[in-house]
């Protein structure tokens, strides 16, 4: 009897991030140990400020928090960007790379790090189980089925309209205050829209996902990144502006379009989808029984109440420095309100509210596995190193060279720092003098900085697009196939828009 071959698939999001744990680890005995100082400011109960100076060896020196000890550390950053909370993390001290005691990260550590991720990343697990108890209600109870039918005959006919809305809106939101991990709640409620409109779940994933991204990497006034990549280079934010928001518009009109194109391929052709074989297990997923109630006025309000939610998100985030702990209270007070206006019992409010929450915990897990990357190469000393090795790259060079290859050296330190205020206050302030010796204003550094990162973070697998890909039951190869010809595109742009930079700055 002849034995059918077993198809191969690809891995799930969690093989794929325990493999890059695993080559983290390994790197942590291949390269060097080693550290820049770190400068933190701190503000004493008594109302005394100081900064504290931590050396590679791990000595610590108080110094007085003044625009003197800056200058004498060669920190180019404004005494007033502490005092006022722009600059909360430790930053790296210029010129005082030393190299310290290896410290690989073994099996013990290597079986660690996820459990550390975890507690790391419990704000944001904990605003994703939440967002997904709020759905499970409004699922449960048929509003967003009704909601989405009613939305779908809206936009019959003229289907790409969500597209374009979506991608906008979101890049709006990346741009502005960084809009990334609250999109999470998002999908649930508009693959099923995509789906009835014809286009397959990469359509919805390419709206909200490249949106979010598009708008983070083409930053304008997002305060965790270029505003404090800025304060930590000692420049204005509103230094090169014209030129980030000349890249976020092109850049989000080349990713509408490149979403609407291959829209319009699958609307014309569903095989040609590269989650085809997928369809049946995604629309089972996410399509519900296929039967919908009329939009009543209960379901009306309920989703009024959602939105509002977000609202109230966003003004606190962008507004009242709001972060993970108040936003998750939002979306819990939300959800009762929810289930007092849909008359849901207590018992089937509760049931329901924990289902929906344990649908999201695979993608809370994901969250804090990547996290453990990043804690395994800043246990093991090595992620100072990749900063100081690569820095050597741009020596000697010309404006334009060393522009495009700090832009890419920014992309390989997305990958092993993820986190856009923790790459900016570790490297900023040792890679903006080196645009000093060249000739450049910093300005061009930042522009660099967050075209680079932005790059990187459409693919890498320790920022949220595993959490993301898992949610919506897509492989990362699929993913890959879909976006690295945008990935391409939007390289290009970035290249032409640091070049135009450089020679206005000349």
Same mark, same amino acid.
């Given at each position: 009897?002849?034995?059918?071959?077993?198809?191969?698939?690809?891995?799930?999001?969690?093989?794929?991030?325990?493999?890059v744990?695993?080559?983290?680890?390994?790197? $942590?005995?291949?390269?060097?140990?080693?550290?820049?100082? &770190?400068?933190?400011?701190?503000?004493?109960?008594?109302?005394?400020?100081e900064?504290t100076?931590?050396k590679?060896?791990?000595?610590?020196?108080?110094?007085?928090? $003044?625009?003197?000890?800056?200058?004498?550390?060669?920190?180019?950053?404004?005494?007033?960007k502490?005092?006022?909370g722009?600059?909360? &993390?430790?930053?790296?001290?210029?010129g005082?790379?030393? $190299?310290v005691?290896?410290?690989?990260?073994?099996?013990?550590?290597?079986?660690?790090?996820?459990?550390?991720?975890?507690?790391?990343?419990?704000d944001?697990?904990?605003?994703?189980?939440?967002?997904?108890?709020?759905?499970?209600?409004?699922?449960?109870?048929?509003?967003?089925?009704?909601?989405?039918?009613?939305?779908?005959?809206a936009?019959?006919?003229?289907? /790409?309209?969500? !597209?374009?809305?979506?991608?906008?809106?979101?890049?709006?939101?990346?741009?502005?205050?960084?809009?990334?991990? %609250?999109t999470?709640?998002?999908?649930p409620?508009?693959?099923?829209?995509?789906?009835?409109?014809? /286009?397959?779940?990469?359509?919805?994933?390419?709206a909200? /996902?490249?949106?979010?991204? !598009?708008?983070?990497?083409?930053?304008?006034?997002?305060?965790?990144?270029?505003?404090?990549?800025?304060?930590?280079?000692?420049?204005?934010?509103?230094?090169?502006?014209?030129?980030?928001?000349?890249a976020?518009?092109?850049?989000?009109?080349?990713?509408?379009?490149? !979403?609407?194109?291959?829209?319009?391929?699958?609307? &014309?052709?569903?095989t040609?989808?590269?989650?085809?074989?997928?369809?049946?297990?995604?629309?089972?997923?996410?399509?519900?029984?296929?039967?919908?109630?009329?939009?009543?006025?209960?379901?009306?309000?309920?989703?009024?109440?959602?939105l509002?939610?977000?609202? #109230?998100?966003? @003004?606190?985030?962008?507004?009242?420095?709001? @972060?993970?702990?108040?936003?998750?209270?939002?979306?819990?007070?939300d959800? +009762?309100?929810?289930?007092?206006?849909?008359?849901?019992? %207590?018992? +089937?409010?509760?049931?329901?509210?924990?289902?929906?929450?344990? %649908?999201?915990?695979?993608?809370?897990?994901?969250?804090? +596995?990547?996290?453990?990357v990043?804690?395994?190469?800043?246990?093991?000393?090595v =992620?100072?190193?990749?900063?100081?090795?690569? =820095?050597?790259?741009?020596?000697?060079?010309?404006?334009?060279?060393?522009?495009?290859?700090?832009?890419? !050296?920014? +992309?390989?330190?997305?990958?092993?720092? =993820?986190?856009?205020?923790?790459?900016?206050?570790?490297?900023i302030?040792?890679?903006?003098?080196?645009?000093?010796?060249?000739g450049?204003?910093?300005?061009?550094?930042? =522009?660099?900085y967050?075209?680079? #990162? *932005?790059?990187i973070?459409?693919?890498?697998?320790? *920022?949220?697009i595993?959490?993301?890909?898992?949610l919506?039951?897509? $492989?990362?190869?699929?993913?890959?196939?879909?976006?690295?010809?945008?990935?391409?595109?939007?390289?290009?742009?970035?290249?032409?828009?640091?070049?135009?930079?450089?020679?206005?700055?000349?």
């Open positions: 009897m002849e034995m059918k071959k077993k198809k191969l698939s690809f891995p799930t999001a969690f093989t794929v991030l325990f493999i744990l695993m080559l983290s680890s390994a790197l $942590t005995y291949l390269i060097p140990a080693g550290s820049y100082s &770190k400068l933190q400011y701190d503000a004493g109960e008594t109302g005394a400020t900064f100076l931590t590679p060896d791990g000595e610590q020196e108080i110094l007085p928090a $003044t625009q003197e000890t800056l200058e004498s550390l060669g920190v180019s950053a404004d005494i007033e502490f005092t006022n722009d600059i909360k &993390k430790p930053i790296g001290i210029p005082t790379y030393e $190299t005691d290896q410290n690989p990260q073994g099996f013990k550590e290597f079986i660690i790090a996820p459990i550390k991720g975890v507690y790391d990343s419990i944001i697990i904990l605003f994703v189980l939440i967002l997904g108890g709020i759905i499970g209600i409004l699922d449960h109870s048929g509003a967003f089925g009704a909601g989405m039918a009613a939305l779908s005959r936009t019959k006919g003229k289907e /790409y309209i969500l !597209i374009v809305f979506i991608t906008a809106l979101i890049s709006l939101g990346g741009t502005t205050f960084g809009l990334a991990e %609250e999470i709640a998002l999908y409620i508009l693959i099923p829209i995509f789906l009835a409109a014809g /286009y397959d779940v990469l359509v919805c994933i390419g909200i /996902y490249l949106g979010s991204c !598009i708008g983070t990497m083409m930053s304008t006034v997002n305060p965790f990144s270029v505003v404090v990549a800025s304060n930590a280079a000692g420049i204005n934010f509103l230094e090169g502006m014209i030129f980030r928001v000349a976020l518009v092109l850049g989000t009109l080349i990713t509408i379009v490149y !979403i609407l194109k291959y829209g319009s391929k699958i609307k &014309k052709d569903p040609k989808s590269l989650t085809y074989e997928d369809k049946d297990k995604i629309a089972a997923k996410f399509s519900g029984d296929g039967q919908s109630q009329p939009l009543r006025f209960r379901f009306s309000l309920a989703l009024l109440l959602f509002g939610g977000f609202i #109230l998100m966003i @003004w606190g985030v962008a507004i009242a420095g709001w @972060w993970f702990e108040e936003m998750t209270a939002i979306f819990l007070v959800s +009762v309100l929810i289930g007092i206006v849909l008359g849901m019992p %207590e018992k +089937v409010f509760v049931s329901q509210f924990i289902k929906g929450a344990g %649908e999201l915990i695979g993608v809370g897990l994901i969250i804090g +596995v990547a996290r453990a990043n804690i395994i190469l800043e246990t093991g000393n =992620s100072d190193t990749i900063l100081y090795k690569l =820095s050597f790259l741009v020596e000697g060079m010309n404006q334009w060279l060393f522009i495009i290859i700090m832009m890419f !050296i920014f +992309v390989v330190l997305g990958f092993f720092i =993820s986190s856009s205020s923790g790459l900016a206050t570790l490297a302030p040792i890679i903006a003098p080196l645009a000093d010796a060249v450049l204003p910093r300005d061009v550094i930042i =522009s660099a967050i075209f680079g #990162l *932005g790059i973070s459409f693919i890498t697998p320790t *920022g949220l595993l959490a993301t890909l898992d919506v039951e897509v $492989t990362y190869n699929k993913w890959l196939k879909f976006v690295m010809p945008l990935i391409i595109i939007l390289t290009i742009l970035s290249i032409v828009i640091l070049l135009i930079q450089v020679s206005f700055s000349m």
